[in-house]
């Protein structure tokens, strides 16, 4: 558990490194220009850390329930969050997700990063989305994992 415990605060310190560096740092042009892709795919890893700290404070301390067959988890579900929080902007910019009827430049940039943050926060929910996604727009059958829910 201590292993997972330590996993997660690296994972949140390199994030926040990154982090700073991309917003108060000097960045590439070319860097620049992918700013807000790169926000949302640092802020999905946020919410999955988030997610697993939480798990690792439920079942450790409040339910007396870890189990180590649960460490691979803790370690693949931070970069799992990390690609959701990519997809998210993917889906948004090509208009399969809706934020809001009217577009405000500094209101937009918000949601995207708020819906980034709840994608990697919550991976299942939002994979089944976007498999709905996927369905209604082209036809696409959910995964097996997604029917069983």
């Given at each position: 558990?201590?292993?997972v415990i330590l996993y997660h605060f690296?994972?949140l310190i390199v994030l926040a490194g990154?982090?700073?560096?991309?917003?108060?740092?000097?960045?590439?042009?070319?860097?620049?220009?992918?700013?807000?892709?790169?926000?949302?795919?640092?802020?999905?890893?946020?919410?999955?850390?988030?997610?697993?700290?939480?798990?690792?404070?439920?079942?450790?301390?409040?339910?007396?329930?870890?189990?180590?067959?649960?460490?691979?988890?803790?370690?693949?579900?931070?970069?799992?969050?990390?690609?959701?929080?990519?997809?998210?902007?993917?889906?948004?910019?090509?208009?399969?997700?809706?934020?809001?009827?009217?577009?405000?430049?500094?209101?937009?940039?918000?949601?995207?990063?708020?819906?980034?943050?709840?994608?990697?926060?919550?991976?299942?929910?939002?994979?089944?989305?976007?498999?709905?996604?996927?369905?209604?727009?082209?036809?696409?059958?959910?995964?097996?994992?997604?029917?069983?829910?």
């Amino acid at each position: 558990m201590k292993k997972v415990i330590l996993y997660h605060f690296l994972f949140l310190i390199v994030l926040a490194g990154i982090s700073a560096q991309l917003h108060f740092g000097y960045v590439p042009a070319v860097v620049e220009q992918k700013k807000l892709l790169l926000t949302c795919i640092l802020l999905g890893g946020f919410g999955g850390v988030l997610y697993c700290l939480r798990g690792v404070y439920l079942n450790a301390s409040v339910r007396g329930e870890w189990s180590p067959q649960w460490e691979p988890w803790h370690y693949i579900r931070p970069v799992v969050s990390l690609v959701c929080g990519g997809i998210s902007f993917v889906f948004l910019k090509a208009g399969l997700l809706l934020l809001e009827a009217e577009s405000k430049p500094e209101s937009t940039a918000l949601g995207f990063m708020a819906l980034a943050f709840v994608a990697g926060l919550n991976v299942d929910k939002f994979v089944s989305k976007i498999e709905e996604i996927a369905q209604a727009s082209w036809g696409i059958e959910r995964s097996r994992a997604s029917k069983s829910e």
